[in-house]
């Protein structure tokens, strides 16, 4: 089991910049792929980055290439999603999950993840 723990949501005009951390504990981190979603309100959630357990692959959402970036610390049991350039339309809840079944390749589906953070929000203000 893991239990996962986002950080860094807030506030920022747009233009500006965040970067969310995600701390795993329990099983093993750097034995699955982590991925990042996002819901606005009204919304379904949708898949923003991912990456694979080594950092090797890393995949996003076309909305965020060239402003997002995805990372992780094994040694620090972290993800990392740094968001520059931030729109109003990126504001949402941001969740952190774990998928399980996957170590070297990025799913995009949210079926595949097995764990979730509680969420963070990101409001970027116009």
């Known amino acids: 089991q893991v239990q996962l723990v986002e950080s860094g949501g807030g506030l920022v005009q747009a233009g500006g910049s965040l970067r969310l951390s995600c701390a795993a504990s329990?099983?093993?981190?750097?034995?699955?792929?982590m991925g990042w979603f996002r819901q606005a309100p009204g919304k379904d959630r949708e898949f923003v980055a991912g990456?694979?357990?080594?950092?090797?692959?890393?995949y996003y959402v076309d909305s965020v290439k060239g402003r997002f970036t995805i990372s992780r610390d094994n040694a620090k049991k972290t993800v990392y999603l740094q968001m520059n350039s931030l729109k109003p339309e990126d504001t949402a809840v941001y969740y952190c999950?774990?998928?399980?079944?996957?170590?070297?390749?990025?799913?995009?589906?949210?079926?595949?993840?097995?764990?979730w953070g509680q969420g963070t929000q990101v409001t970027v203000s116009s």
């Open positions: 999950a774990a998928d399980f079944r996957r170590s070297s390749a990025v799913s995009v589906d949210q079926r595949d993840y097995d764990y």
């Open positions: 990456i694979s357990w080594s950092g090797d692959s890393t």
């Open positions: 329990g099983r093993t981190f750097s034995t699955y792929a």
